[in-house]
């Protein structure tokens, strides 16, 4: 089985995030970058039917040359070989445009990627890179076997889980529950230094335009101040939050 893991290259979650250029654009200045963490999770998915099953584990990110640190820490985990697509990824449908032209040319069996990326939050690349690959899809994965070219996956909704079968070639996005978070692996040493001698092959994009653009960000509003009122005083209490918070 050859699997395809697709990667985005997303802030830290505790990075201060500002904005250039009249909030037009993201400032990188001082931003660490890390694995997007549902990506993780799948990787983490994919190095098991790698030790269990014999699979093939490739890792695929869209992105320019600053990119590659994130894609070696996904080699030092245990892919066997990585792909960068040159290009910036500007917007969901020229991303999933690329990786299809990376899952058609490689012939992989099964496609997993986070459900979205932490930074955007658009949960559109994985549903379109199937349509565009005409691949059977599952969202929201929290769990998936595979037996053969058969899968029995386990998907979050609301309020509950569903339990679907579907067959090879796959596009999974996945979540926490399809591993847990104590299972995710960090890079030892000798993974790191594996990860050097290891293919990362840079190809150049299909030349895809962008459907949509970015026309400005805005940060949430800071909180505003904190008033303390002595827990004895019931009545302060009621009078703030009836006639200043208006919640009651």
Known sequence: MKILVCISHVPDTTSKINFTDNDTKFDTNGVQF??????????????????????????????NASTEPTLRKALAIGADDAIRVNAEPTDGLSVAKE?????????????????ESSDYNGQMVPGMLAALTDFNFV???????????????????????????????????????????SDLRIPNMRGIMMARKKPLNVVEPTGTESATNSQSFEKPAPKGAVKLVDADNVDELINLLHNEAKVI
């Open 34 to 63: 890390v694995i997007n963490p549902y990506d993780e999770f799948v990787l983490t998915r994919a190095m098991w039917f790698k030790e269990k099953q014999g699979a093939s584990v490739t890792v695929v990110n869209v992105g």
């Open 99 to 115: 990786l299809a032209e990376v899952v058609k040319n490689g012939g992989y069996d099964l496609v997993l990627a986070g459900k």
């Open 139 to 181: 969202n929201g994965c929290v769990g998936m076997e595979v037996e053969g070219t058969g899968v029995t996956a386990t998907r979050e909704i609301d309020g509950g889980s569903e339990s679907v079968a579907t067959s090879l070639p796959l596009v999974v996005g996945g979540q926490k529950g399809i591993v847990e978070e």
